[in-house]
């Protein structure tokens, strides 16, 4: 194991995986009817979004993670989850093997005290016990870009709340005084999940992607750390903590941000490795084949689908959570 549970979530690649195969929960009962906005309170536990709620009766919390897939991805290891089929299998980002499963059976599912699922069937499930250790014994697994995709929503990081607003219907969830750029974006991974935008770093250009379950990371290929670091934009430390544990870790900071002519704050405290080159491309990653990139957390900043590709407007990725109270996702 090269990282403690609590510094990463699994990342999946499972080929031909869908939220809609068949016997699978399809998104629309796996969320509630977007006619109506609803609101939910969360905890902070390092950077990350934990929610309140239960499946089928046992209480737990969730967490809110954008980068997953799936409507809900449930822990087997708490739950008493039937393994009727197996869907899959891979690694959690700090080497865990894991091995997906599907129940057939519904489940019934709150989050927070005004959502409740009644029979949402076929989902998801593996072994988060690594996680358990991390936040707590009672944890219900991650909810996901299945559930959230048809709202706009706002994460409110000083009242920690995140209030669902029907996709469409409220133009104006955000104080346009808070607005501080407008990010156009590429949507991702399975069903746009993964939103993805260039950001310029004085005359060099890395792709900046967010997701609320990763705490902020950094991956560059050594030509491309050598030069950032030539210019002053870069610094790396090593510190022997990671969140709270004892582990090290190499520690990033960058500065000159900018996208589209707008000026961006510094962000520090990003987990920096290095990644190989690809062949005939200085400055790429490979698997899957990027260009550089910085992974930024929630705290600063969220994205999701365009409207038929218009840029929606974001809260700066480069700001601290408490200059970014109100940063919204739309489809």
Request: glycine share 10%.
């Amino acid at each position: 194991m090269n990282r403690k549970p609590h510094t990463m979530l699994a990342r999946w690649m499972l080929a031909g995986m869908s939220l809609l195969a068949p016997g699978l929960a399809s998104a629309d009962e796996a969320r509630p009817a977007a006619e109506t906005g609803f609101t939910l309170p969360f905890y902070t536990f390092n950077g990350h979004i934990l929610i309140d709620g239960a499946v089928d009766g046992r209480r737990g919390k969730f967490m809110f993670d954008t980068g997953t897939e799936f409507p809900f991805f449930l822990n087997n290891h708490y739950l008493p989850l039937a393994k009727d089929s197996r869907i899959g299998e891979g690694h959690a980002a700090s080497g865990q093997p894991m091995v997906l499963y599907r129940q057939r059976a519904p489940v019934a599912i709150e989050i927070g005290r005004d959502v409740r699922l009644d029979a949402v069937p076929g989902l998801i499930h593996t072994d988060w016990q690594f996680l358990e250790a991390a936040y707590t014994p009672a944890f219900l697994g991650s909810i996901g870009h299945g559930f959230n995709r048809d709202y706009v929503f706002v994460i409110d990081y000083d009242a920690q709340t995140i209030a669902f607003h029907p996709y469409g219907r409220d133009d104006r969830v955000i104080d346009p005084a808070r607005v501080v750029a407008t990010l156009p974006f590429t949507p991702t991974g399975v069903d746009g999940k993964m939103p993805e935008v260039d950001i310029r770093i004085g005359e060099e250009t890395i792709t900046a992607r967010f997701d609320t379950g990763n705490l902020g990371t950094l991956e560059l290929t050594a030509a491309m750390q050598a030069r950032l670091e030539s210019q002053g934009r870069l610094h790396i430390s090593a510190s022997p903590y990671t969140y709270g544990a004892y582990e090290a870790r190499r520690v990033a900071s960058l500065g000159g941000l900018s996208h589209d002519g707008q000026a961006l704050h510094d962000v520090g405290a990003l987990s920096f490795t290095t990644a190989p080159p690809q062949p005939g491309g200085a400055g790429l990653s490979v698997s899957p084949p990027v260009r550089d990139g910085v992974g930024l957390p929630g705290a600063h900043a969220h994205a999701a689908r365009p409207v038929s590709g218009a840029p929606i407007t974001r809260c700066s990725p480069a700001l601290p959570a408490a200059d970014t109270a109100r940063c919204r996702a739309s489809r």
